[in-house]
């Protein structure tokens, strides 16, 4: 058996191709089935509950339930998440557009990422 080694101009293609199709958000996540999740996190501050409907790897419906205290309703975090990627710096990002202490007392934007995504 003889092991084969790739010339630098197939090697140059096998990267132009991991780059423009393979290695994209798009192949690897985009195209991937609807799903369901159902994810509980327990802080100190609370208890928080969401449920979401992840299609084409965007958020297209969620809920968020618990026993966290805050001063508005939590309707306008869910508003704000709908259509996002459901990837952890998406969800980062879009919950930088709120004050997220209005609805969430003790507990952080980064936190409230993990409840969502993990």
């Keep these: 058996m003889t092991e084969y080694v790739f010339s630098e101009q197939e090697l140059a ?7 423009t199709k393979f290695g994209t958000w798009d192949w690897n996540y985009g ?7 159902r994810r509980g996190t327990k802080f100190t501050s609370g208890k928080v509950e ?6 084409e790897s965007k958020i297209q419906d969620i809920k968020i ?10 309707a306008a975090v869910e508003d704000v ?5 459901y990837e952890r710096e998406d969800v980062l990002k879009a919950l930088e557009t709120i004050d997220i ?4 007392a003790g ?3 980064e936190e409230i990422a993990e409840a969502v995504v993990g």
């Design 65 to 74: 339930y618990g026993d966290f205290f805050g001063i508005e309703d939590v």
């Design 13 to 19: 293609e096998i990267n132009r191709i991991k780059d």
């Design 101 to 104: 202490t209005r609805y969430f």
């Design 107 to 109: 507990i952080s934007r």
């Design 31 to 37: 195209k991937s089935p609807e799903f369901n999740v």
């Design 50 to 55: 969401v449920f979401a409907n992840v299609t």
């Design 81 to 85: 998440l709908r259509g996002v990627k």
